[in-house]
């Protein structure tokens, strides 16, 4: 089932979800700490919308204090906020 990853741009705090397909599992969870998803650069193609990322002042840059991730959401609704490097 797929689910949603709220993903926090920390410049402005604007808090977007972003549909995710497959399962919330192990693999996605590694993704989302310390696989590609965990780096702003892929953050940042998530979070914004193809229109926005042809602005000027859009930046792909790799990093890890652009963009934050508050919590998960599942499709049973639950909502998993406690995974202390997602946040950071
Ligand atoms: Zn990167």
Redesign the pocket.
């Known amino acids: 089932m797929p689910y949603q990853v709220a993903i926090k741009n920390n410049a402005t705090g604007e808090v977007r979800l972003h549909p995710m397909s497959g399962e919330w599992d192990a693999v996605a969870e590694y993704d989302w700490m310390d696989g590609?998803n965990s780096?702003?650069?892929?953050r940042a193609g998530n979070f914004h919308t193809d229109v926005e990322s042809d602005l000027p002042n859009y930046s792909?840059?790799?990093?890890n204090s652009r963009y934050s991730i508050v919590y998960v959401l599942l499709p049973d609704g639950r909502k998993i906020d406690d995974f202390v490097k997602l946040v950071d």
């Open positions: 590609n780096c702003d650069c892929n792909e840059a790799c990093g």
